[in-house]
């Protein structure tokens, strides 16, 4: 298979001022330096960042929630929340990233490559249209979807394995049959939504999928939660795109949530998302950076990832798996599974 990527050096240039903070430029330059290691950057094809454009930017975002960033940026910087700052140019690094995922978005569209991966910064799956949180500005996801469906496509799914719940993401599509979202995540942890019984409303009633682990859940729970919810559920909505937002914090050593995932659990769950393209839309899968803290764990996370994208099967996980006994999630999958009819 062919695979796009997208990275930019110009992602690193936004950062806290303190330097302390989880989101940090090292997370993409860990990545890059594993990715590179391995001979990976050299198997894909280099797509250019670009600037979002504002059509597409504000399909997801008000207005005057850009013309405020974008202030606030030009300004100096502030803190949108305790956990989101906004550093000096910050905005223009949110733009390219937003651009990014759009670029990786066509080059899978335009029949250039087969699926792609946008290794991009700040993350986005916390971003509502009308304010950044979570260490997020600009939902990449939604606006890449967004951008699919403005150039014809009907059809979008989003499946988010970040251990956090993507409520912005949620948010901008909870009224819309037309973007099915799933997400697994930590529960309970931040943000603090993503209840299981949150299924969408209106007409997009039944089209939001939260599946909720308890601390502990690891490599089975997200097996099985691909087998009751994710797949079936994926196979019911029949998206013409999917696209992935993927946060490498529910792996074992991150350090801030407390699922037990390891690097061969994202490979496996990766593989059948793949699989599921492949059977069901023309392959076209595209993946977009979200969390993951620890710097190892991120890297060959990713690696991983980009290996089932380009049809490796080999896997490289000097992490290993956790010494702890795994949570048993079975009942809760099951109950979510009935809940949506699946
Ligand atoms: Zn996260």
């Known amino acids: 298979m062919t695979t796009a990527y997208v990275y930019d050096p110009r992602y690193l240039d936004h950062a806290s001022l303190t330097g302390e903070h989880p989101e940090r430029p090292m997370r993409l330059l860990a990545i890059n330096d594993v990715l590179a290691q391995h001979g990976l950057l050299d198997r894909m094809l280099a797509v250019p960042a670009q600037d979002v454009t504002d059509n597409d930017l504000l399909r997801v975002h008000l207005r005057s929630y850009v013309n405020r960033l974008q202030q606030i940026s030009a300004t100096g910087g502030a803190l949108l929340d305790p956990d989101t700052y906004v550093a000096r140019g910050s905005y223009e690094v949110a733009r390219l ?108 009633r039944g089209c939001t999928v939260n599946i909720t682990l308890p601390p502990g859940a690891g490599d089975l729970s997200f097996a099985l939660a691909w087998e009751y919810v994710i797949g079936p559920a994926l196979t019911r909505f029949g998206p013409d795109l999917l696209l992935i937002s993927a946060g490498f914090d529910a792996h074992w050593r991150d350090p801030l949530a407390m699922l037990q995932v390891s690097v061969p659990g994202y490979a496996q769950l990766m593989r059948n998302l793949v699989q599921f393209a492949q059977g069901y839309c023309q392959g076209r899968i595209v993946t977009f950076l979200e969390g993951g803290y620890d710097l190892d764990a991120l890297a060959y996370g990713s690696l991983a990832v980009a290996r089932v994208l380009l049809g490796d099967t080999t896997l490289t996980d000097p992490l290993g798996l956790s010494t702890w006994p795994e949570e048993d999630a079975s009942s809760m999958l099951q109950g979510i599974a009935k809940l949506h009819g699946l």
């Open 97 to 204: 990233a937003a651009g990014g995922c759009v670029a990786a978005v066509d080059a899978v569209l335009d029949g250039v490559v087969d699926n792609g991966f946008a290794l991009i910064r700040p993350p986005g799956h916390h971003a509502f249209s009308d304010r950044g949180e979570g260490f997020c500005l600009f939902n990449n996801v939604a606006i890449a979807a967004r951008h699919a469906q403005a150039q014809g496509l009907d059809k979008v799914a989003i499946v988010d394995f970040d251990v956090h719940h993507g409520n912005g993401t949620q948010a901008i599509f909870y009224y819309d049959p037309s973007v099915l979202y799933i997400s697994t995540h930590q529960w309970p942890l931040y943000p603090g939504t993503g209840h299981w019984r949150e299924t969408g409303a209106s007409e997009g």
